[in-house]
């Protein structure tokens, strides 16, 4: 809306999901049940006007007295106490019948006050029952006469009404909806006995927005912050970000890797390494972003499964000195635990910290246990998925994705429930093979967009203190390489025939 | 020892100190604000590098202007949670009762104490007494003598039937106003200032049935 006067609310993550604010003027109705958060955004939007933006702004309330509105403000870092005696903001106590009656009135003594400070904002909380709450006529007509005398004096107002039934996701509308001008509604949504809180623009006259339900949470000593929903477009530039570079390639780590691989994985692509837990995936990421260190690039690990000391020692088990590479602010290792995951926020912070941290390498450990968390059936993890692969792609950065695929022996499918292997340029299965009574580790390249694959199945080992290598075909060793078996990656190997065909497992069989 | 920052309300005259229990130059410790008025001291604790984290407060220990000055050292046994003794305190209130004519009774305070709580309000007087649980007639007299004492402010428009009352709690009688609602808003100290209340009003009455008789008498 360029050239529009647009109040910006000042609440952390809400501009974002509108043009940038809301139109100058507009009545914005809050709807919400108890607790759901409406007086916290209402005095927060005042807050925000009078200190961040100079404008300065009124908050009326019938219940709450405003020592504790004050208090409670003061919990989030907002001095309201000072604002008033610096006489940019006034807390006015009154009754919904005296309000009724001042906003009728020519002469107002409110909206006198509030012209005396020179008000832009103002947040009216609980008009609920000053309208009436039966729907009824009579009620419309009380919130109009309402909004004409805030309109009169051109003031942007918080409305901040009572409605239980959004907690049950009932899609009954109140009759103050078709009036205001704005309309946004805060839910505290049942999530497998835990609560989040979700915040939805139904309607915003003159602009555009960013529909849907999002997640906000109110954080102490900061005030509300709004996470737009993962699903929700981004810039149109991110999808299109794909466009990369198409020669650079990143070194995988792993001595014999990149030369299967042509080189190593092309900047910005994205890459699953899938395979059952204990089959080397940590150790091949850690050894990614050890690699990355040792060019001087910045590498950022996130699990979701081991915590950050933990994977400190395991790095250091072969042979990686992650707290030294993190000192020098190559290497960042994040550790989020996955219980009660918000999808909107854990992707926020992923967001934020890959654009504060500028990681040239990601792995993230792992996409099975978002799967866990956020459930493969419905669309919210395709959908993070998806948003995590276009970030990714967008700022040119190579993301690796552990996936624990749960079969120990060969591999019907490469990604089990999780239906996404079209958004995924490399797969990378890593298979334990039995072979006479010894497992024996299997890498197969099973998908590598733009280049040309061989899939053979290559034998890798992991040594203690050095990490994860692939092993020459033929070995040195006296074993029988991978190369004169078939069917490595089915449950059951067989010794190739000098015709081709299978003989049986027996590894020292001639 | 222990370095004890100390500052004096200006409103007040309280005076408060902040302990670092902990090395105050590494700004670890818990802080104990032992008189409160915190909002009037945060930017003074912030420039100690503290922040409200580090704070306990402890609202009931009073400790007299006269006994600190300026920032100093004292020992830890200098420090004591008890509270001052009750005879201190009706002292107190006797002087702060003394110097806001305007509170007379219950009536009173307790408009003193709601207008704390709600310093703009835009009633009825109507409205307002009933929100008291006083009659019409008392919370009117209140109103007056709090105006006229100049704790309060109204605005006058007779088209209107509400007012807004404005509490006035930076003029001349601020640090007495303040001083008197933090005593109220202890269970002990609301009673005794109701106490002393009672005491005076009664005192009245039976100087006000002596001077009857004494009319009386001469009649």
């Known amino acids: ?510 | 020892m222990l370095t004890i920052h100390t500052i004096q309300c200006a409103s007040t005259g309280v005076l408060c100190c902040l302990s670092p229990l902990d090395s105050p130059q590494s700004r670890t410790g818990q802080v104990t604000l032992i008189w409160a008025e915190i909002e009037s001291f945060g930017m003074q604790i912030a420039a100690w590098g503290y922040n409200q984290e580090h704070l306990i407060f402890r609202v009931n220990w009073y400790i007299r202007p006269t006994a600190f000055q300026g920032s100093a050292k004292f020992d830890r046994g200098m420090m004591s949670d008890k509270p001052s003794s009750s005879r201190e305190r009706i002292e107190e209130i006797k002087r702060l009762l003394t110097q806001i004519s305007a509170i007379r009774g219950a009536c009173e305070l307790d408009l003193l104490v709601f207008l704390h709580r709600h310093p703009r309000v835009l009633l009825t007087s109507d409205q307002l007494a009933a929100f008291l649980g006083y009659d019409m007639k008392k919370i009117a007299n209140a109103i007056e003598a709090f105006i006229d004492g100049g704790l309060l402010e109204r605005t006058q428009n007779p088209a209107h039937a509400a007012r807004l009352y404005v509490l006035v709690l930076d003029g001349p009688q601020g640090g007495e106003l303040t001083g008197l609602l933090k005593l109220a808003s202890t269970r002990q100290g609301r009673h005794d200032i109701l106490e002393l209340l009672g005491r005076g009003q009664s005192e009245t009455a039976v100087d006000s049935v002596q001077e009857n008789r004494r009319l009386h008498a001469i009649a």
């Open chain 1, 1 to 510: 809306m360029p050239g529009s006067d647009l109040v910006r609310t000042g609440i952390a993550g809400l501009d974002d999901l509108l043009p940038g604010g809301i139109p100058r003027s507009n009545v914005i109705l809050v709807e919400g049940a108890i607790g759901a958060g409406k007086t916290t955004m209402g005095v927060e939007f005042v807050y925000r006007g009078v200190s961040e933006f100079d404008e300065p702004g009124i908050i009326v309330v019938f219940e709450v007295s405003p020592d504790k509105i004050m208090r409670d403000a003061a919990g989030f870092g907002w001095d309201l106490r000072k604002l008033e005696k610096q006489g940019r903001l006034k807390i006015v106590f009154t009754t919904r019948d005296v309000l009724r009656q001042e906003l009728q009135q020519a002469d107002s003594v409110l909206l006198d006050e509030a012209a005396k400070i020179g008000a832009r904002r103002i947040f009216i909380d609980g008009v609920g029952r000053l309208v009436g709450g039966n729907h009824t006529v009579e009620s419309r007509s009380a919130f109009h006469v309402l909004t004409e005398g805030l309109q009169r004096e051109n003031l942007t107002a918080i409305l901040a009404v009572e409605a239980s039934s959004l907690n049950e996701n009932s899609a009954l509308s109140l009759p103050e909806e078709s009036i205001a001008d704005t309309v946004i509604r805060l839910r505290m949504e049942d999530a497998q006995r835990a609560v989040s809180r979700s915040i939805e623009i139904v309607k915003s006259r003159g602009q555009d927005f960013q529909m849907g339900r999002h997640t906000f949470r109110i954080v102490d000593g900061r005030g509300i912050h709004v996470y737009r929903r993962v699903q929700a477009p981004r810039k149109p530039s991110r999808d299109r970000a794909a466009a990369f570079d198409p020669n650079t390639r990143l070194s995988s780590g792993i001595p014999g890797l990149d030369e299967i691989i042509n080189g190593g994985y092309f900047v910005g692509s994205t890459t699953v390494v899938a395979g059952i837990s204990g089959v080397g995936k940590s150790v091949m990421g850690l050894q990614f972003i050890a690699e990355g260190a040792r060019r001087g690039e910045r590498s950022l690990m996130l699990s979701l499964d081991e915590q950050v000391e933990q994977i400190l020692r395991n790095a250091a088990s072969i042979g990686i000195d992650l707290p030294v590479q993190i000192r020098k602010d190559l290497i960042r290792v994040e550790y989020e635990p996955p219980q009660e995951i918000e999808v909107d926020v854990h992707f926020h912070h992923i967001e934020e910290l890959v654009k504060e941290f500028k990681p040239k390498r990601v792995v993230i450990d792992s996409l099975s246990t978002y799967g866990s968390s956020l459930g493969t059936g419905g669309r919210v993890f395709r959908d993070f998925f998806h948003a995590l692969v276009a970030l990714m792609k967008e700022q040119q950065i190579v993301a690796v994705y552990n996936h624990e695929n749960p079969e120990m022996l060969g591999m019907n499918s490469m990604m089990g429930d999780f239906a996404m292997s079209s958004l995924v340029d490399n797969i990378i299965l890593m298979n334990w093979v039995e072979l006479g009574d010894s497992f024996r580790l299997g890498m197969t390249i099973a998908k590598m967009r733009a280049n040309p694959v061989d899939r053979i199945t290559h034998e890798c080992e992991v040594t203690n203190g050095k990490g994860m290598r692939v092993l020459p075909r033929p070995l040195a060793v006296n074993r029988k390489p991978f190369s004169t078996y078939a069917g490595l990656v089915s449950r059951a190997p067989e010794r190739r025939s000098r015709n081709g065909e299978g003989t049986g497992p027996n590894e020292s069989s001639d």
